[in-house]
């Protein structure tokens, strides 16, 4: 019976502490942490680890001590957060649609491996038209002018490059 009546005592204890330090509690985590939600799981967390305790006769002033655990939980919440990445589920939406399917990521991978080898066999002069127009955005006109060519000698270089390009990866496949 002794053992049921320590159990009594427990329980009468903390139901007495949380309902003379519960506001006090909620205040002081809602001023460290400024969300209410966030407030009430920490201090049911407080609470929980105020049951886990052994021996609850040693805390000499309750209310001071549960602020104490209060202020080591927005702690550890704090140090917590800053490890974690903060995302919303457009970012998580974002993620997915740019890495996609793997077998579509495999495939584009193989695309860019055949075109990089496919220019690679290009003359340097023909390699710069391609690369200038296709990849850069550059108009035969700002091509000619940085390459000092004729507008007609850029459109044969990217004519030539870009069919032998083709020519190549149709091979590669």
């Given amino acids: 019976m002794p053992a049921q009546s320590e159990q009594e005592h427990r ?19 809602r001023s460290r942490l400024g969300h209410g939600d966030l407030a009430q799981d920490l201090a ?24 104490h655990l209060a202020s080591h939980a927005a702690h550890e919440w704090r140090m917590l957060a800053r490890n974690r990445m903060q995302h919303s589920e457009e970012d998580l939406q974002q993620l997915i649609a740019e890495n996609g399917d793997p077998a579509d990521l495999l495939e584009r991978n193989d ?24 990849r850069d955005g550059m108009t035969y006109q700002e091509i000619a002018v940085r390459m000092k060519l004729s507008v007609g000698m850029v459109k044969k270089h990217l004519a030539r490059g870009l069919a032998e390009c083709h020519k190549q990866m149709d091979e590669g496949r």
């Fill in 111 to 134: 695309r860019f491996e055949r075109l990089a080898r496919a220019l690679s066999t290009l003359s340097p002069k023909r390699q710069a038209v391609v690369l200038m127009h296709r």
């Fill in 44 to 67: 049911q967390e407080v609470y929980l680890r105020l049951l886990r305790m052994d021996d609850v006769s040693l805390i000499r002033n309750p209310r001071s001590f549960v602020i």
């Fill in 11 to 29: 329980e009468q204890w903390f139901q007495q502490l949380v309902s003379s330090v519960g506001g006090d509690l909620l205040r002081f985590l």
